[in-house]
């Protein structure tokens, strides 16, 4: 993406990459008053975006994963406050 843009600098359009605009998308399709989801593919960049914005928001996210350290990583990276949110489940 960045090398479109420096190609085409007086661009009038936004260009996202397709994992953002997916995150986006199913992030404002969940309802705002929802409180836990089930995540699968928790642990894919996609998944992993998702879940970190999510237990951010107070949502708690139980984390399909096979890989504990996957799982651990993806908590350390959230906010200290939040990491409560994120539950490993097998």
Known sequence: GAMFVDKHPHLKIRVVHGNTL??????????????????????????????LYLC??????????????RFQSIVKEAHLESQQNLVHVT
């Open 22 to 51: 997916t995150a986006a998308v199913i992030i404002n399709e969940i309802p705002k008053d929802t409180r836990e989801v089930f995540l699968t593919g928790s642990t894919s960049k996609l998944g992993r975006a998702i879940a």
């Open 56 to 69: 951010r928001k107070g949502v708690r996210v139980l984390m399909l994963t096979g890989s504990r350290e």
